[in-house]
């Protein structure tokens, strides 16, 4: 049977109407983290292609990698695997059932996020 007043019902409730929670911000960066990281290994594949291409297109390459701009996405790359890998393993604990209740939930949302700059920090000065 048709709706009639399909037009006129209001719609279901949406990102205006809820307020975000850790948890939820957390699980949507580890999704664009996972496509960032996608596009970072384009560029180095990119990069390999070029060396077995010409030292022409190599030294093309080699410089956008080694610009502001490729500083930046390596930068950003190591980030995202740090927090994807720590994005992972609180999954990994929820699917074991455990550590599901709200505050040790959040605990381990700011576990990530802590963790991964932490981690991307002593990479950067370690290597």
Same mark, same amino acid.
């Not at 983290?33 to 292609?49: D, H, R």
């Given at each position: 049977?048709?709706?009639? =007043?399909?037009? =006129?019902?209001? !719609?279901? %409730?949406?990102?205006?109407?809820?307020?975000?929670?850790?948890?939820?911000?957390?699980?949507?960066?580890?999704?664009?983290?996972?496509?960032?990281?996608?596009?970072?290994?384009?560029?180095?594949?990119?990069?390999? !292609?070029?060396?077995?291409?010409? %030292?022409?297109?190599?030294?093309?390459?080699?410089?956008? !990698?080694?610009?502001?701009?490729?500083?930046?996405?390596?930068?950003?790359?190591?980030?995202?695997?740090?927090?994807?890998?720590?994005?992972?393993?609180?999954?990994?604990?929820?699917?074991?059932?455990?550590?599901?209740?709200?505050?040790?939930?959040?605990? !381990?949302?700011?576990?990530?996020?802590?963790?991964?700059?932490?981690?991307?920090?002593?990479?950067?000065?370690?290597?």
């Amino acid at each position: 049977m048709a709706d009639v =007043n399909r037009g =006129n019902r209001p !719609l279901s %409730p949406h990102l205006q109407v809820y307020r975000p929670q850790l948890t939820t911000i957390t699980s949507i960066l580890t999704r664009i983290t996972g496509n960032a990281l996608l596009l970072a290994a384009l560029m180095i594949v990119w990069w390999f !292609l070029a060396a077995a291409t010409s %030292p022409e297109y190599f030294a093309t390459a080699d410089a956008v !990698l080694r610009s502001w701009f490729g500083d930046l996405v390596l930068l950003g790359s190591v980030w995202a695997i740090w927090y994807h890998l720590l994005a992972g393993v609180r999954h990994l604990i929820w699917d074991e059932a455990k550590m599901l209740e709200v505050d040790t939930a959040e605990m !381990l949302g700011w576990g990530v996020i802590i963790g991964s700059v932490l981690l991307t920090l002593f990479t950067i000065i370690v290597v």
